[in-house]
């Protein structure tokens, strides 16, 4: 399994951007998929999770601008970030928990990070 994420990029205090992730592979099945961060000297953080029916959950710092969702059918989740502070600035990671086929035609559970992608939000 693979996840692709995209969407990132420069932007001012109060712009937005929409970062997506896609999860390829033979997947038979995505449970939860979520989006974390980390900015330069520090641990790695949960933005927002959704689960496969769509309950969603925010960092406290993100609750109310940020808003996590998904397409079952693309294998894709989304992040659209609005009011995006300075303090937003980090690569954004994406996350999800899939049950796929691996090459002894094995159903394998796993957890599975994309390559992460640049948020820079100037003041």
């Known amino acids: 399994v693979q996840l692709q994420a995209s969407g990132g990029g420069l932007v001012q205090a109060g712009g937005s951007l929409r970062l997506s992730c896609v999860a390829s592979g033979r997947i038979s099945r995505i449970d939860d998929m979520g989006w974390y961060r980390q900015a330069p000297g520090k641990q790695r953080e949960l933005v927002a999770d959704?689960?496969?029916?769509?309950?969603?959950n925010y960092a406290h710092f993100v609750r109310g601008r940020f808003t996590i969702s998904r397409d079952n059918a693309k294998n894709t989740v989304y992040l659209q970030m609005n009011n995006l502070k300075p303090e937003d600035t980090a690569v954004y990671y994406c996350?999800?928990?899939?049950?796929?086929?691996?090459?002894?035609?094995?159903?394998?559970?796993?957890?599975?990070w994309g390559q992460g992608t640049q948020v820079t939000v100037s003041s």
């Open positions: 959704i689960t496969s029916s769509g309950s969603t």
């Open positions: 996350n999800a928990q899939t049950l796929a086929l691996n090459y002894n035609e094995e159903y394998v559970a796993a957890r599975t």
